[in-house]
């Protein structure tokens, strides 16, 4: 993103994925559905930035790149059923030689101040995945310390919506749901 054009009190942050957390939550629905893993996904390799204008947070915006090939199952299952989902959610699912890469990009953002260096915000982005692209809203708790910003929050999204096919196993008896339910906890560093 350029920063051509921003006030001076727009001030810029890396995202640290190392001490950041994203992960995807999908349930499994069906006929057998009770046999079935629900399986939790997490994100290892993201990265974005953030441009918070402090004296207007409504004009601040944030670019987020998620690699798909570097989700994987973190549920305690047997090696075996957690190779098989990782290989069938990069193959069948994300596509992930395809499409390497998921986009969130948003610079319209509405905030309200919960307190001293704390807002809840919504963001209103574009979300590119599997080479579709929806506006997708997320809320979010955004706090600032020192030289830290951190947001929490959560958030659903249809695979459909995507042209993705949810997995199916035991001849369709077991899928998974549309919805997933993605959480994350991030911290990104003020630059100077």
Same mark, same amino acid.
Do not use: W
């Given at each position: ?55 207007? $947070?409504?004009?601040? /915006?944030? +670019? ?6 570097? &989700?994987?199952? =973190?549920? *305690?299952? @047997? ?55 929806? $506006?997708?809203?997320? /809320?979010? +708790? ?6 830290? &910003?951190?947001? =929490?929050? *959560?958030? @659903? ?36």
């Amino acid at each position: 993103m350029s920063t051509a054009g921003m006030p001076q009190t727009t001030v810029r942050y890396l995202i640290d994925g190392k001490k950041s957390s994203f992960t995807v939550r999908a349930f499994a629905t069906g006929l057998l559905s009770a046999f079935a893993h629900s399986p939790t996904i997490a994100i290892l390799d993201f990265e974005g930035e953030i441009f918070v204008n402090s004296d207007a $947070i409504a004009e601040s /915006s944030l +670019r987020m790149v998620i690699h798909p090939a570097s &989700l994987i199952v =973190t549920d *305690d299952i @047997s090696e075996k059923d957690r190779e098989e989902i990782n290989r069938r959610t990069h193959d069948e699912v994300l596509e992930s030689d395809s499409f390497p890469e998921i986009v969130f990009e948003c610079s319209r953002v509405s905030a309200s101040k919960s307190g001293e260096g704390q807002y809840r915000v919504t963001l209103n982005g574009e979300l590119s995945l599997h080479g579709i692209t929806h $506006i997708q809203p997320i /809320s979010a +708790r955004v706090s600032f310390s020192d030289d830290v &910003l951190r947001a =929490t929050g *959560d958030f @659903s999204l249809r695979q459909s919506d995507y042209e993705i096919r949810p997995v199916t196993a035991a001849g369709g008896t077991i899928k998974l749901k549309d919805e997933l339910k993605l959480s994350f906890a991030i911290s990104a560093r003020r630059q100077a």
